[in-house]
């Protein structure tokens, strides 16, 4: 099994905006960290630019990442043991604080690209009913084997 | 304190025992049976059987690997290695519980977003831990970082903040990241910057020497 996460992030300001300008500049280094990290699997691109971030339909400002791990360690050693712990830590420079969760993982089997519209529904399924095996956060983590994942269930979110 | 953690810890009691710990520890990687017996300046045999009651002990991990680079027929079979296993053993008497405090008032910080508050708090305190003058490695010795040299500067091979900064990483990086600052200016200490360069294992803060001019 492999690990899928996804993140939203509310911008303060237009993604092209003098605001985000710092950040903007630090996507590049930042995701050729995560693909040149340990057990990265596979990222949401937004296209072929370095700095192209993923463009939806789920609001004005908000930043999606999404990527696929092949442990909790992996993700982990990326997010808060390398440069981009630097990052995060001046996130309230350019991410409002929201009180509800903005991140969420769950356990996908290996080969599977996850669809952002699986993603948003178990950040969803996360905000509805807090940390389950579908839809869980580093602090309330659950292991592969805890995890059920249902292909029905997901093809219908398709 | 459970007394399981009493027991643990007091596999270390034998002198010659915690040195072996202590010379394993301090490489940061995994130690074969030969190269520890060598710098603890016992026999081999004597290296094995304490290293191997700190694996039965739950302090150390074994395994097995080529230390040599040789491999095929004639190679040998792999030997016996050891290093610091993960968990970690609290003795306090009478039992204190700072830990659950700690964790207590990391939420309250994380939910007032007084991250720079925190700060601002670590360097003060930072600051007072020291005396003026006192040198860097040692004072980061005292408090349990591990410092080594490292070709970029002084780097720190323990986290003596490990279980608040798995549950409150950003927090608790930044907060020690203050107090590292803090620390330099108790010290009076302006050759060394202390910066953020988080690795997998170890403390996320490196001092990087100033040039001097």
């Known amino acids: ?158 | 304190m459970s007394s399981d953690d009493l027991g643990t810890v007091a596999t270390l009691h034998d002198p010659v025992r915690r040195a072996v710990y202590e010379y394993v520890i301090s490489l940061g990687r995994e130690a074969g049976r030969n190269e520890v017996a060598e710098a603890v300046g016992v026999q081999r045999t004597l290296a094995a059987f304490h290293l191997d009651k700190l694996a039965e002990a739950g302090l150390l991990e074994s395994g097995f690997k080529r230390l040599t680079d040789r491999t095929g027929p004639g190679s040998g079979r792999p030997a016996k290695v050891y290093r610091r296993a993960r968990g970690e053993w609290q003795v306090s008497v009478p039992a204190r519980d700072y830990r659950t405090l700690a964790l207590v008032l990391a939420e309250v910080v994380d939910l007032l977003g007084g991250d720079e508050v925190a700060q601002e708090a670590a360097r003060r305190v930072g600051a007072g831990l020291v005396a003026e003058g006192e040198d860097l490695g040692r004072a980061l010795s005292e408090r349990g970082y591990e410092p080594y040299e490292a070709e970029d500067g002084l780097r720190l091979r323990n986290c003596p903040f490990h279980v608040l900064s798995m549950e409150h990483p950003l927090l608790v990086c930044s907060v020690n990241l203050a107090l590292c600052r803090g620390l330099l200016e108790g010290l009076g200490n302006d050759s060394a910057t202390a910066r953020l360069d988080p690795r997998p294992g170890e403390c996320c803060v490196v001092f990087s020497k100033n040039n001097e001019n």
Request: aromatic share 12%; charged share 25%.
């Open chain 1, 1 to 158: 099994m492999h690990l899928a996460q996804l993140n939203v992030a509310h911008m303060r300001a237009p993604v092209d905006s003098p605001e985000l300008a710092d950040f903007v500049a630090a996507l590049d280094p930042l995701n050729r960290l995560a693909e040149d990290a340990p057990g990265f699997v596979w990222r949401l691109k937004g296209g072929e630019g370095p700095q192209d971030v993923v463009e939806h339909g789920y609001g004005d400002h908000l930043l999606i990442n999404f990527s696929v791990w092949e442990s909790r360690d992996n993700l982990w050693d990326y997010v808060y043991r390398s440069a981009h712990l630097g990052l995060l830590q001046r996130r309230r420079e350019w991410f409002l604080r929201v009180a509800e969760p903005y991140s969420v993982m769950w356990w996908i089997p290996e080969g599977h690209v996850p669809s952002l519209k699986e993603g948003m529904g178990r950040l969803e399924a996360l905000r509805a009913q807090g940390p389950t095996p579908e839809a869980f956060t580093f602090k309330q983590f659950y292991d592969s084997s805890e995890a059920a994942w249902r292909p029905a269930a997901a093809e219908a979110r398709k």
